[in-house]
């Protein structure tokens, strides 16, 4: 019974580890957007906004130096549980040198990149001890470092904007042992998540191998395993009402936050029920070969489409080693459109 018991405890830790995600990201958007221009205007604690907004003026910059990374927030037992959850594994099949600089682009975003997250901007897999000496940083949407107290915390694991100003000072400002993270297919591959799904954006997706080829970072393909499996996904039906506002409201949604808005579901705060929460199903992230990269200055279009070829041959590689072992059928082929 006690045994029992500990097992529900751990589970139950899971799963609050995983439904923070959401209220809390809410929470820390709301003071920003709704609670520092109430003070500001509204109350007689106006200077605890003056304060947050001169430190958001003063700190500016930041984000596109570099950051400001806490390895004591990397390390929160949180992060622990929410890996276990899935659970989530980071695999490593080659050695990355500290005596380069790595672009690993992921590849598939899935709904939420759980995979990306866990594995690359917290150490609940144990980055650091897989790949020492290299230090990851995460790209994603620049518009979140515009937010006051949600900046230093996402700068905090390490989270970066995956813009050419703040990965090119990563990758050229910082000495070497550098690996920015960048989910290649970004938002709009999220509306091709679904269970059994491997298709992902990359044919017309150049822009990280132009940005290796200026920097000379070595391109390392990765893949997440299970990343889609873990939501439901809702695609109406062509030619109904409802497919029509589907896609304009996902129009509107990406052309105003660069996000696409997905209509998913998973289970709810018990395994056998419907909810919002994902499923209980393995990620597993495995990093390939790094693929050196020549640096140029001026890179031309044929010799951009020439490593863009070599990369997807590598991603293709790294996809049919594994994906038998990870949980997919041996007849499945990864599809690049």
Known sequence: MASLSRLDLRECLQTLSVLQWLPVYVFLGMIPVFLIPYFLVFTKFWILSVLALAWLAYDWNTHNQ?????AWVRNWTLWKYFQNYFPIKLVKTHDLSPKHNYIIANHPHGIVSYGVFINFATEATSFARIFPAI????GTLEWIFWLPIVRDYVMSMGVCPVSGLALKYLLTQKSTGNAVVIVVGGAAEALLCRPGASTIYLKEHKGFVKLALKTGAYLVPSYSFGENEVHNQETFPEGTWIRFFQKTFQATFKKILGLNFCIFHGRGLTRESWGFLPFNRPITTVVGEPLPIPKIKRPDK??????????IDALRKLFDQHKVQYGLPESQELAII
Do not use: E, I
Not at 66 to 70: D, E
């Open 66 to 70: 570099g950051g400001r990374r806490s």
């Open 302 to 311: 044929m010799t951009v489409d020439k490593y863009h070829a070599l990369y």
């Open 135 to 138: 230090t990851p940083s995460v």
